[in-house]
């Protein structure tokens, strides 16, 4: 082989050699930030109640308890993979530079490298989830805005968008309390979302969403406009020292009702906590007694009091006042045009597809990934 050539083809590897160092030392940098090591201690954990004879006994929870294994372990292969397969194509890359006579493998790397760096980029965005609480589960709720009966329709829309979220990335959803509308759709709904940052990416869903479209529930099939209120609050951990006065909790109990009012419960199984110097609600139906049900929404209540101290950067509970009570409709975060022409477009980042069924669907992911990048460029 000519000199020329084999010098062309040195330093075409090298540089291969080179890219690959800068990426795989990117990437063990962005495994540490993330602590993935965490998370596989959390598998191991998993692994381990899953293999209980008892796991199932409460087969709900064992459902939440796969469902956030499976998340994890999804979560951490991905970087895992792509660690040992840069390592290994720097390896080969390495081996080849000795040789240098391979002009086909030389490009074969070079275009390894390409997949490579282009699959860290996808993941990058991850680095962003810097935030206190950005890994931690996140609690939805979707309050139905002005439209009265379209309105309520949307917000059940919306929930099934985030539902259909969660299963495209492998996260649990449990709801934990619902209103149906009289005619159809829903008045309101709360959720958790348990998966690795789950908080960190549907922080950036908070607002209210405005939809477009002509009315199914219009005789004249008008063109209507309707609002729904999503607020994203972390799931706290190590709040059940958090005090409370008795004094400042009103707690009614109630038969749990099903979709249309039906009955699901006969017994007054469901819990509403109200926190009377916030007005801060919290009611809980899904479990299976009123004991379980009270527990679920006192460790919710106690979430959402010490994410609002923070927020306002307060030290007493005393402090807090009652500043969210109303939501203030109209001032929406992104739109969802359905007629007369298909569109979405998040006001903020000024991201917007024409794909409305797909993002309908839960395929949130450039929204947020947009909002994420919008605020580091803004910090």
């Given at each position: 082989?000519?000199?020329?050539?084999?010098?062309?083809?040195?330093?075409?590897?090298?540089?291969?050699?080179?890219?690959?160092?800068?990426?795989?030392?990117?990437?063990?940098?962005?495994?540490?930030?993330?602590?993935?090591?965490?998370?596989?201690?959390?598998?191991?954990?998993?692994?381990?109640?899953?293999?209980?004879?008892?796991?199932?006994?409460?087969?709900?929870?064992?459902?939440?308890?796969?469902?956030?294994?499976?998340?994890?372990?999804?979560?951490?292969?991905?970087?895992?993979?792509?660690?040992?397969?840069?390592?290994?194509?720097?390896?080969?890359?390495?081996?080849?530079?000795?040789?240098?006579?391979?002009?086909?493998?030389?490009?074969?790397?070079?275009?390894?490298?390409?997949?490579?760096?282009?699959?860290?980029?996808?993941?990058?965005?991850?680095?962003?989830?810097?935030?206190?609480?950005?890994?931690?589960?996140?609690?939805?709720?979707?309050?139905?805005?002005?439209?009265?009966?379209?309105?309520?329709?949307?917000?059940?829309?919306?929930?099934?968008?985030?539902?259909?979220?969660?299963?495209?990335?492998?996260?649990?959803?449990?709801?934990?309390?619902?209103?149906?509308?009289?005619?159809?759709?829903?008045?309101?709904?709360?959720?958790?979302?348990?998966?690795?940052?789950?908080?960190?990416?549907?922080?950036s869903e908070k607002g209210v969403h405005r939809l477009v479209r002509l009315?199914?529930?219009?005789?004249?099939?008008?063109?209507?406009?309707?609002?729904?209120?999503?607020?994203?609050?972390?799931?706290?951990?190590?709040?059940?020292?958090?005090?409370?006065?008795?004094?400042?909790?009103?707690?009614?109990?109630?038969?749990?009702?099903?979709?249309?009012?039906?009955?699901?419960?006969?017994?007054?199984?469901?819990?509403?906590?109200?926190?009377?110097?916030?007005?801060?609600?919290?009611?809980?139906?899904?479990?299976?007694?009123?004991?379980?049900?009270?527990?679920?929404?006192?460790?919710?209540?106690?979430?959402?009091?010490?994410?609002?101290?923070?927020?306002?950067?307060?030290?007493?509970?005393?402090?807090?006042?009652?500043?969210?009570?109303?939501?203030?409709?109209?001032?929406?975060?992104?739109?969802?045009?359905?007629?007369?022409?298909?569109?979405?477009?998040?006001?903020?980042?000024?991201?917007?597809?024409?794909?409305?069924?797909?993002?309908?669907?839960?395929?949130?992911?450039?929204?947020?990934?947009?909002?994420?990048?919008?605020?580091?460029?803004?910090?």
């Amino acid at each position: 082989m000519k000199k020329g050539i084999i010098k062309d083809i040195v330093a075409q590897i090298n540089d291969i050699i080179s890219a690959l160092e800068t990426t795989l030392g990117e990437i063990k940098q962005a495994i540490l930030l993330l602590d993935i090591v965490a998370d596989e201690e959390e598998i191991a954990r998993l692994n381990t109640a899953s293999s209980d004879p008892d796991f199932w006994a409460d087969h709900e929870q064992g459902v939440l308890t796969s469902q956030r294994l499976a998340g994890l372990t999804k979560h951490v292969q991905v970087w895992r993979d792509l660690e040992t397969e840069t390592a290994e194509t720097l390896e080969l890359a390495r081996a080849n530079a000795t040789e240098h006579e391979d002009n086909a493998l030389t490009t074969d790397l070079g275009e390894t490298l390409i997949k490579l760096t282009e699959k860290y980029s996808s993941l990058e965005f991850e680095l962003t989830m810097s935030g206190k609480y950005d890994k931690n589960s996140a609690i939805v709720t979707i309050y139905a805005g002005t439209g009265g009966t379209d309105a309520q329709d949307w917000a059940e829309m919306l929930l099934r968008m985030y539902l259909r979220f969660c299963e495209r990335t492998g996260y649990a959803a449990q709801i934990l309390d619902q209103s149906s509308g009289e005619e159809a759709g829903i008045k309101s709904v709360s959720f958790e979302v348990d998966g690795p940052f789950a908080y960190g990416k549907l922080r950036s869903e908070k607002g209210v969403h405005r939809l477009v479209r002509l009315s199914p529930y219009n005789a004249d099939n008008l063109r209507q406009t309707s609002f729904a209120m999503v607020d994203i609050m972390p799931k706290l951990e190590g709040v059940q020292e958090f005090d409370i006065s008795p004094d400042d909790l009103r707690i009614d109990v109630y038969r749990s009702g099903g979709h249309g009012g039906q009955s699901v419960n006969t017994t007054d199984s469901a819990v509403r906590i109200t926190h009377l110097p916030t007005n801060t609600v919290v009611a809980i139906q899904n479990e299976r007694s009123q004991l379980q049900n009270k527990e679920k929404a006192m460790t919710i209540l106690k979430a959402r009091l010490a994410a609002m101290m923070l927020e306002q950067h307060k030290v007493e509970l005393s402090e807090i006042k009652g500043e969210n009570q109303a939501a203030a409709w109209g001032n929406q975060i992104r739109s969802y045009v359905l007629h007369p022409y298909t569109k979405v477009k998040d006001h903020r980042t000024e991201a917007e597809t024409s794909q409305a069924a797909d993002v309908l669907d839960g395929k949130l992911e450039p929204f947020i990934e947009a909002y994420l990048k919008s605020q580091i460029a803004r910090s």
